[in-house]
């Protein structure tokens, strides 16, 4: 079964661009038509970068960001991982923006050069790809910094340097940037999601590569790094940092014992789901529908299912029946 269905258009309304200062000025995807869901972060300076582009759909939103933003030229872009709805549009920014080197860890970077596979894959979890996510365009494989070990990824000229920092769990292929000088932190997915309105952690479990001891591990790694600000793509500045690393930890080991005890009980797929928005729910409230499309729109709870019942096939061979 496909979990994720197509997306009804929303109204656009509120600003593109929100610039949080200290060289940080995010640019609202409005991806699917839904606002606050997925930012690029773009960071001004002699040699600019942006770091996601989300996907080729937020493709014309997002160039009309940059412009808001006084953009010309960008020599970075930046990825934390190569999900459609981080890096969706990658090639089709490197071919708006030739300068600009593509970043992004080596074991994704495979599926840039080419991205049948990832399409493919893809395309198990949602019946509709084009109207989703656009067309996914190659990224000449000169272009791509394939990134294999943690240190300096992009130099902006002015003292600011971006730091890979890998953080798997999520996926293998993910990496944090950390913008020491400011203290800025960019997490990608390693944290979850976070929407202002839903004032939590929102876990992001989606298949195929959840490994939960590997996602905690990542967490700790982050909380050491000491940062100042922390920006989930999922969206915007976090309001705490401390409180929010422990929820982020615990709502993973929530999403993967909630499934043991459904599964134990008797249930599948669709249960262990509704035992997410049922835990959730009764930790935040009954979610309005505007906001409870925003955050499907992140990563549902029937994709969340799929990927923690991915996991606990292989590392703990518990089946969960579809």
């Not at 699917?32 to 989300?54: D, F, H, K, Q, S």
């Not at 014309?60 to 020599?75: F, I, K, Q």
């Not at 929010?244 to 909630?258: E, P, T």
Request: aromatic share 6%.
């Amino acid at each position: 079964m496909r979990w994720a269905r197509s997306i009804r258009r929303q109204a656009i309304i509120g600003p593109v661009i929100e610039d949080h200062g200290g060289g940080v000025v995010a640019i609202d995807s409005r991806m699917n038509g839904c606002e606050r869901i997925t930012a690029v972060y773009y960071l001004p300076g002699p040699r600019p970068a942006i770091i996601e582009t989300a996907p080729a759909t937020s493709l014309e939103r997002v160039l009309a960001g940059l412009d808001e933003a006084g953009v010309h030229d960008l020599d970075w872009i930046v990825l934390t991982h190569i999900h459609l709805d981080h890096a969706g549009a990658a090639g089709h920014m490197a071919e708006r923006f030739p300068r600009a080197r593509v970043v992004g860890r080596a074991e994704g970077a495979p599926h840039l050069v080419d991205p049948t596979r990832l399409w493919q894959s893809a395309s198990r979890l949602y019946d509709d790809m084009e109207g989703l996510w656009g067309r996914m365009i190659p990224v000449p494989e000169d272009r791509i910094d394939a990134v294999s070990t943690d240190g300096v990824v992009a130099d902006l000229g002015d003292g600011r340097r971006l730091e890979a920092v890998y953080t798997p769990g999520h996926a293998a292929h993910h990496m944090a940037l950390l913008e020491r000088q400011g203290g800025d932190l960019f997490t990608g997915d390693a944290l979850g999601v976070y929407l202002s309105e839903l004032g939590a952690v929102h876990p992001a479990t989606p298949p195929p590569e959840l490994d939960l001891e590997a996602a905690l591990d990542s967490i700790e790694r982050l909380r050491a790094l000491g940062p100042r600000r922390v920006f989930p793509t999922h969206f915007g500045a976090l309001p705490e940092i401390d409180p929010l690393f422990d929820q982020a930890g615990q709502r993973l080991r929530d999403a993967v014992s909630i499934a043991e005890k459904v599964v134990a009980g008797g249930g599948g797929l669709e249960e262990v789901a509704e035992a997410y928005r049922t835990e959730e729910e009764s930790r935040v409230g009954e979610l309005d529908p505007r906001l409870a499309e925003r955050l499907a729109r992140t990563t549902s709870y029937e994709l969340n299912a799929r990927g923690v019942a991915r996991y606990l096939r292989k590392r703990r061979g518990i089946e969960v029946p579809t």
